[in-house]
């Protein structure tokens, strides 16, 4: 950012600046020169160290330039973008090298940080990535590193069930490329058209956003809920109305797993539909069975709950196969596959007065026996236990047909 004080500053002149979207006010005083004045923006901007994700320094020479690094290396900094503003007086220049950071080269390595992690259950887990690596379609990219891991760990002895969310800030191609790598239910990618806070500051009020409602209830509707804003102080484009997404972009991004972000008419910021990246099967069909993030936590927690549920309910049992004559009683602790199963089938009830799952398939299950608990084949101290569900699906489209009518209702 060069001071040009070739045309002397006779009139002060107002320079705001904004880097990653926060605002910086900066006079340029009358008869000061162009490194007097640099020098006293770096102060300012170390002054807000805590709030701004760069470091200023002061180049020095005939014409001051103002030096912005990235405090964090790699091309998480690409992403940081910069615009100003010089007003209201006379003399003096101030030109940027460009609208964002370059030069940011080579992700960080993650590996250490997710074997630290692994042993630990977390219901929502996000690095801080840059749009780059969100955007990359590769194994290797950071959002298909930590879904791996996830998968690895989604079943077994010691299964955690967790997901994963990103965000991203560029090109709607960028955005679907990355989505279209990933593809998986339990995966969350929001996206942002341009805005100037860091995709990383944009996935923590997500997860934030969803911890908070989804404690409440693991099936919300989140879709377009002005009522729901985020908490954390977000900068979005500065051309919010030139980058407002049109209803093809809109219906684009939804059919290819993005959940896409837009603003209300005060520029508050919104999850259109919070969705998975999930959208095609293996073989590239379209796919709907897991659109909604709410479906996957209400799967999870439903799990979570019956496996909580039964362990209290049959504390320290034995189990056995359901037995040819029922008339004989039991010995104390041990309990038949009917008796579990009609416990499951209690619970999954107490889940559907809660609104999280589907009555239907429910009875449906029960009544044709596709709800099973049966004591495994090869094991008989594991009970498999079979539970077909559906969550209640969120309310994000209406269709309403109006009909004119003529003459009177009776004739009609």
Known sequence: MTFDDTTPVTVKQLLTLWIAGRE???????????????????????????ELPVTAANGGGTLTAVTLTAKNKGPYGNDIKIRKDLSGGTGGAVTL????????????TWTSALAAIAGTRYKYVHFCTSNADVATASSSSTPSLVNAQIAANNSGFNAKLQQSIFSHTGAISAVKAGVAQQ???????????????L????????????????????????????????RATLFGSSAQTADAFTAAEKEDLLQ?????????????????????????????????????????????DSTEDIVQFLLNRFPGAKVIPDRAN?????????????????????????????????????????????LRVKVASGNSSKLNIQIPESAVPPLTILDINVIGMTGSPAAA
Request: aromatic residues 8%.
């Open 256 to 300: 290819s797993g993005v959940a896409a972000g837009e603003y209300n008419s005060a520029g508050v910021p919104m999850i259109i539909i919070p969705r998975t990246t999930y959208f095609k099967d293996a073989f590239g069909n379209t796919d709907h069975r897991v659109v909604y993030v709410s479906q996957t936590t209400t799967y999870y």
């Open 199 to 230: 995709p990383c500051e944009w996935a923590g009020a997500e997860m934030g956003a969803r911890m908070r409602e989804e404690a409440i209830d693991p099936d919300v509707n989140r879709t377009n809920r002005q009522d729901m804003p985020y």
């Open 183 to 197: 593809n998986v239910g339990y995966c969350e990618i929001s996206y942002w058209r341009n805005a100037e806070s």
């Open 24 to 50: 910086i006010r900066h006079e340029w005083l009358a008869g000061e020169t162009d490194t007097d004045s640099a020098t006293r923006l770096v102060t300012t901007i170390t002054a807000l160290g805590n």
């Open 326 to 370: 029922t008339q004989d009683e039991l010995p104390p602790k041990v309990v038949e596959e009917s008796t579990v199963r009609a416990a499951v089938i209690g619970r999954l009830a107490d889940q559907v007065a809660l609104g999280w799952l589907r009555e239907d398939w429910l009875i449906a299950a029960v009544a044709d026996g596709s």
């Open 97 to 108: 090298s460009g609208a964002a950071l370059t030069s940011g080269a080579t992700e960080p």
